[in-house]
């Protein structure tokens, strides 16, 4: 998440990496410059190297940390140290960035590391060592969780790695950094929170090894009973006071790390926390958590409190919401809403008192609230809280700190984030949405109408959940109101789905050189490119819409496509194989075929048979280009894929994603929908009944739901279940209504309850892969398979509920991709995939780049009973 929070922060409208930011700050430049030597610029680093330098391929890497206020002088040190010694070094370029490396959300691997050296040998790098923690003496940094420290320096790291950026590319698109180990192999450059060598490799800088840890971790009187939150700034633990037996909650706080964006480390904020938590207990006891006692241990400092014992208010929510569950009476929502107004009540007499003393909590949100086991609330984290005739913090939660627009109108109201924090607090128990209503109150109109679907939202409730709408901020006609779109659904959804269509062309920017659609946050891990993330996608959905794509922009994307092609992973959602299949459609098949026969001899085709990145995707591409030019040695090609994956038999799982994967993306429902349609290509039944035992292998690993729905986690130890495409309930639905349509009676049985989890009224997210949109999709499939009028007003009914996601821009449409931050034009999180889904609702089964359905569910297989 922080990859999205980061690259929200360079530009106001759209996701952008955090280099590209227009002004970081005061820049970091070393006082003196050897002759000779030059900087360049590498993302949010400045490097230095000069005449004479000699740079290993790998080797030991000194990393120097500071104090914000130190860090020019240490830069000059460091320099001055590297100029004399000819060895190259980089240092962060600038403030802002030196506090999101040190950020409290900040990556735990890359804290603390303000300069590196990248010495030419051990030899060198032990001569470095010394003179640097020698010129360093006296100043401190944050510990570089990656590295060990050198002896007593309280500043100079060191780890060994690889220097010249050497990788290898992982079936997702991504990077993985390579070092050789101490027997010549290539493995895994991890960068983890902790020193880790490769193996054969000692270290030369120590006499002999520290012993590892064993058995519990102990801090003082306290055994750590669990990891609760880890983060750049510390953490936070539950523990067991060893003398009495008794639950106790610890944060912990690093040295000169965890900063927040007005420059307060999390050391500053743990002692303002304790005592301001000492002086709430003394006045106003089970306002907040006792505080028991605050100590320095090491260099870290740890306050232990009371452990408020229940749930976390987000896991109530999941367990409790009828509007999360399928088919639940009134009495259960006349019910859930008298819990939701005591949590509340619960929680306004908290603040009362709190601000009685004079005192804002300043971050009201649901990672702060715990639910008793007597049905009230408490506030937990004080971390936030301050004065109420001081600044409030900046460190506010996204979604439930007052956005600019309403500070704006409340310039002198003390309790501001308060009030609005308890707005949108009530807001997340009646349905998880919050973004788009700060930038288009008029949505709010919209949610309850979907929410009323279900139950009527009691008065009181709506007031509190919508006390910060402006409506007249927005023109009333800038979105239908609820009478128009029960009137008129397919009038609607019809309209909204040509304002994406132009609003995404109105987006397209082809003389950019680093996109030609705003991508999502992924992108800049993987590429601009891709049916996910990139222009093809986009280009994709607007070919499936049937709407003219320009010229420049097909030119660009076949650009981009041959320049990057030896760069690309196989695969579909990312890869060559997916960029091949776009470029099919716009009329370019001899690129399109050079780059599927490059997906097929990928390295990573052959170890990787998912949908998304590996064999099984390549093979629906083969497919795709079968369909549209009846070429046999393209489903040659698919067939070659489906035998591929039929010879793994039992050793199918290493193929699939980690953890052994479930789902559409990574899992064997993937594989088993690739089966399916090869099935139909090629009228070999043995495809689709391979394809029927990976997906009964699927159903084995559901989990079912309290209301007796089906759900699916994304993997073996990631067991939180999710209702979406990539990951969960509708990706897997995808496949079974595919299965379920040729009389199987296994797939027959679930599909209802796999259906049950998906008819959702709100998601945090709109997106197709990981938000709202993904559970229209499936609805409408299925709606297909039925042709089932009232499925089909099922379907119609949950796609009116994109409406209260949209963000009207002029005549045109925008939406909030990743994270629900900024705009995005992907066809994961953005206005591409919001544009298949409507489409699919509007028009029926196609081509949605994850499946190959014809234009009738009853060419394959038949209908649904």
Known sequence: MFDALSDALADEQFYAPLATMADPGPRFAPVRTADGWRASERDIWTAWSGPGVRRAGQGWKIHVSARPERAQHVLDVVADTCFAQEAAFKHVSARFFFLALHHKHGARSQAGKFCTVYPP???????????????????????????????????????????????????????????????????????????????????????????????????????????????????????????????????????????????????????????????????????????????????????????????????????????????????????????????????????????????????????????????????????????????????????????????????????????????????????????????????????????????????????????????????????????????????????????????????????????????????????????????????????????????????????????????????????????????????????????????????????????????????????ALHRQTRDPRHLERAAAAGDAILALGADLGPTLGAHDARGLFHGRSGLALFLHHLTDATGQPRYRAAGRLLLHEELDRAVELPDGSLSFADNAVNRRVMPYLATGSAGIGTVLLRYAATADERCATALPRVLADVRKVSAVQAGLHDGFAGLVHLLAAHADYTQDDADRRDALRLATGLLKYAVPHGEDVRWLGTGSLRFSADTASGSAGILLALHRALHGPGDDWFTLDPTHPQESGGTLP
């Not at 896991?315 to 009134?330: D, F, K, M, Q, T």
């Not at 003390?414 to 788009?436: I, K």
């Open 121 to 623: 040998d051990t030899a060198g790098a032990e001569r470095l060592l010394v003179l640097l923690a020698e010129a360093l003496d006296g100043e401190e940094g944050a510990y570089v969780l990656s590295d060990r420290r050198y002896r007593d320096s309280r500043t100079v790291h060191y780890r060994y790695g690889a220097f010249a950026g050497r990788s290898r590319m992982l079936p997702d698109g991504t990077a993985q950094p390579l070092v050789a180990d101490g027997h010549g192999h290539d493995v895994p450059d991890l960068r983890l929170p902790y020193f880790v060598l490769p193996e054969g490799v000692g270290d030369p800088f120590v006499d002999r090894e520290p012993a590892p840890h064993r058995g519990p971790i102990r801090i003082r009187d306290y055994e750590i009973v669990k990891v609760l939150q880890p983060s750049n700034a510390g953490g936070a633990y539950q523990a067991r006071e060893t003398r009495t037996g008794r639950l106790v909650l610890i944060k912990e706080a690093r040295p000169h790390n965890g900063y927040t964006w007005d420059g307060a480390s999390a050391r500053e904020r743990l002692r303002r926390e304790y005592e301001t938590l000492t002086a709430v207990h003394a006045a106003a006891a089970g306002v907040c958590p006792e505080p028991l006692e605050r100590f320095t241990e090491w260099e870290h400092d740890f306050l232990v409190m009371e452990h408020v014992d229940g749930l976390p208010l987000v896991r109530w929510i999941n367990r409790s919401s009828p509007v999360l569950l399928a088919e639940r009476p009134a009495a259960d929502f006349d019910r859930y809403h008298a819990e939701c107004r005591r949590i509340l009540a619960s929680l306004d007499a908290a603040l009362d008192r709190l601000h009685a003393l004079g005192l804002r909590f300043g971050d009201v949100s649901p990672g702060n609230v715990i639910v008793t086991p007597d049905g009230g609330a408490r506030l937990v984290d004080f971390e936030s809280a301050t004065a109420l005739d001081a600044r409030p913090a900046r460190m506010g939660t996204p979604g439930f700190a007052p956005p600019p627009g309403v500070a704006a109108e409340h310039p002198d109201d003390p309790l501001l984030a308060d009030r609005y924090g308890m707005a949108a607090l009530a807001l997340t128990l009646l349905a998880p949405f919050h973004n788009a209503p700060q930038l288009t109150p008029a949505n709010f109109a919209l949610l309850r109408r979907d929410l009323a679907a279900r139950a009527p939202v009691p008065d009181d409730l709506w007031r509190r959940a919508t006390a910060f709408r402006r409506p007249g901020a927005v023109r009333p006609s800038a979105l239908p109101d609820p009478g128009e779109v029960d009137a008129d659904p397919v009038g609607c959804l019809t309209r909204l789905a040509e304002r994406t269509a132009s609003g995404l062309l109105a987006l397209a920017d082809t003389d950019r050189p680093d996109w030609a659609f705003p991508p999502s946050p992924q992108a800049f891990r993987t590429n601009t490119v891709c049916l996910a993330y990139g222009t093809a996608g986009v280009v994709h959905a607007l070919l499936r819409a049937g709407v003219p794509v320009p010229e420049e922009v097909r030119e660009r994307l076949r650009h981009d496509a041959l320049t990057t092609a030896h760069a690309l992973p196989p695969g579909l959602a990312v890869g060559s194989a997916g960029v091949g299949r776009t470029l099919a459609r716009t009329g370019h098949l001899d690129e399109a075929v050079d780059l599927l026969r490059a997906a097929d001899r990928h390295p990573l085709t052959a170890g990787t048979t998912t949908l998304a990145g590996g064999r099984a995707g390549v093979g629906l591409a083969w497919l």
